[in-house]
């Protein structure tokens, strides 16, 4: 079983759920529940993955807090 992590935004102008992999191509999909969005996902990168396990231009490694002052 293949896992990927997917970066997850709320579109604050829609309310829509955003979801993409960083550095997969074409990996994103946005819906109206999380539940839904990972449904979309799923499918999103099994039909990438019929043209074969893609060179990912970039890893997720995590995230950072920035503080300022």
Same mark, same amino acid.
Do not use: C, W
């Given at each position: 079983?293949?896992?990927?992590?997917? #970066? #997850?935004?709320?579109?604050?102008?829609?309310?829509? *759920?955003?979801? *993409?992999?960083?550095? &997969?191509?074409?990996?994103?999909?946005?819906?109206?529940?999380?539940?839904?969005?990972?449904?979309?996902?799923?499918? #999103?990168?099994?039909?990438?993955?019929?043209?074969?396990?893609?060179?990912?231009?970039?890893? &997720?490694?995590?995230?950072?807090?920035?503080?300022?002052?």
């Amino acid at each position: 079983m293949k896992h990927y992590t997917a #970066v #997850v935004e709320r579109d604050p102008d829609t309310g829509l *759920y955003v979801g *993409y992999v960083p550095g &997969f191509p074409g990996a994103h999909s946005q819906s109206e529940t999380l539940d839904e969005l990972n449904r979309n996902l799923q499918e #999103v990168i099994a039909i990438l993955l019929e043209d074969g396990e893609p060179r990912l231009e970039a890893e &997720f490694v995590g995230i950072q807090t920035v503080q300022l002052g």
